[in-house]
């Protein structure tokens, strides 16, 4: 393994998964609850598990029996005991080996991907150069296989032994039809990757944005497992948005997430990859900083170099007292603070994540962006919304596809409907 994942850092909790379950979650088999009960709690015993979900400790012994009868749970040794004179009381966890599933991120720089298994666990993970240009679906599906033979390699892993595969990308996502509507990476619109994958792999494949699938690796593994509702706003190429409401993803009507890139912040304004004008990625994203850049600082637009390098010769100008370089910074801070406190505003987060590349230029949550979100939200005077910058690594993004990976398996084996 050669990356390292950032959310161990970030929650101390055992487990993977959200702790606070949801109206669909209500909904699901008492032997699915108590299942997701014990991956959450990473190992736990069969009284906790009556006391959490309210049922008898009849029913917690039968149910139980049942998930390790199907090779999903085990008992294990090593709980505290009761008192000092009980015997060391049995906990349950999950079976590591009871499915692997497969995670990715599809990216305009580089891919990223993880193998993970049933406990949540990362078990390897794998990477490949890619460039920011549109392609055949069939040339970007080469590129998978690749990355799903790096994995395996690694660990021996069969494919049999892996349940299914996450994929998330940049781009307008039909999620529940398995349709990429449109992406940077593909060179036509609607096309159907899903089943074109699940057609090559053999395995069940789902698809998500990739600002949902960072949302949900926060909502499994990192800050959010513990939170109802949190936004998390990613600042790249272009700003993306996922939303946790009432601890469940929220994807709106048509399954197409939160376009916060493109809202509206300037009347008439600069014009958007989009082709519309005043949308806040004009103002803030990568672009829209070397457009600037490109102007203030007469540095070269040359196809030859790359946007980070241009990117990198702002921010060390900045640095180093240019205080056009500076002025470039203080305005996208300005108006990510007003795309923050619209979010803000709207949906009273408990929790607002930043991320992305552009989160190692500090300009973009130093103080004073902080200040003007506060100045630019009705509040007490004080700033009831946590914000929270987490530079998350591709390999956390990947994560995420195992989660939205791991849900869909789990509903597969207890036969619901996808709920995530
Ligand atoms: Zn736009």
């Not at 917690?60 to 008192?83: C, H, K, M, Q, S």
């Not at 960072?214 to 949190?230: M, N, V």
């Not at 552009?358 to 509040?379: E, I, N």
């Not at 195992?402 to 619901?416: E, M, P, S």
Request: with cysteine; hydrophobic share 45%.
């Amino acid at each position: 393994m050669s990356g390292t994942s950032d959310f161990a850092a970030e929650t101390q909790l055992e487990g993977c998964g959200p702790m606070l379950g949801n109206q669909s979650h209500q909904q699901k088999p008492l032997r699915q609850r108590v299942f997701e009960y014990v991956r959450a709690q990473g190992n736990t015993a069969r009284s906790d598990i009556s006391r959490a979900l309210e049922i008898s400790p009849g029913s917690a012994t039968t149910l139980t029996a049942d998930l390790i009868r199907a090779g999903l749970l085990r008992e294990v040794a090593g709980l505290e005991r009761d008192n000092s004179r009980g015997r060391p009381r049995v906990a349950l966890e999950i079976v590591p080996q009871a499915g692997f599933v497969i995670g990715i991120k599809l990216g305009d720089t580089g891919h990223t991907a993880v193998l993970a298994d049933f406990t949540g666990a990362m078990i390897s993970n794998a990477s490949l150069p890619s460039l920011p240009t549109s392609r055949p679906a069939t040339t970007l599906l080469d590129e998978v296989a690749r990355l799903i033979d790096m994995l395996l390699s690694q660990t021996n892993t069969p494919m049999n032994k892996v349940k299914g595969i996450g994929i998330g990308m940049a781009g307008l996502i039909d999620h529940a039809h398995g349709l990429v509507r449109w992406s940077p990476l593909l060179n036509s619109r609607d096309q159907a990757f899903g089943a074109a994958a699940e057609a090559r792999f053999g395995r069940s494949v789902v698809l998500e944005n990739d600002a949902n699938m960072l949302t949900l690796a926060e909502l499994w593994f990192g800050s959010g497992r513990a939170k109802s509702d949190f936004a998390v706003i990613t600042i790249e190429n272009g700003v993306g948005m996922g939303l946790v409401l009432n601890n469940r993803l929220y994807r709106g009507s048509f399954g197409m997430g939160l376009e916060l890139g493109h809202t509206k912040v300037q009347l008439d304004g600069a014009l958007c990859r989009c082709g519309e004008r005043g949308c806040l990625e004009a103002y803030i994203s990568d672009y829209a900083l070397v457009r600037e850049a490109a102007t203030a600082l007469n540095l070269p637009l040359d196809k030859n170099i790359s946007f980070q390098s241009l990117l990198g010769t702002l921010f060390d100008e900045a640095a180093a007292g240019n205080t056009a370089a500076q002025k470039i910074f203080q305005r996208a801070g300005r108006f990510l603070a007003l795309g923050l406190s619209n979010v803000v505003q709207l949906f009273d987060p408990a929790l607002v994540i930043l991320s992305g590349e552009r989160m190692t230029y500090d300009f973009m949550y130093d103080g004073d962006v902080l200040r003007d979100v506060q100045a630019l939200t009705l509040s007490r005077g004080d700033m009831p919304c946590l914000v929270e910058v987490h530079p998350h690594a591709d390999l956390d993004w990947a994560r995420g596809a195992t989660a939205r990976a791991l849900a869909q398996v789990t509903d597969a084996i207890f036969k619901t409907e996808a709920a995530i």
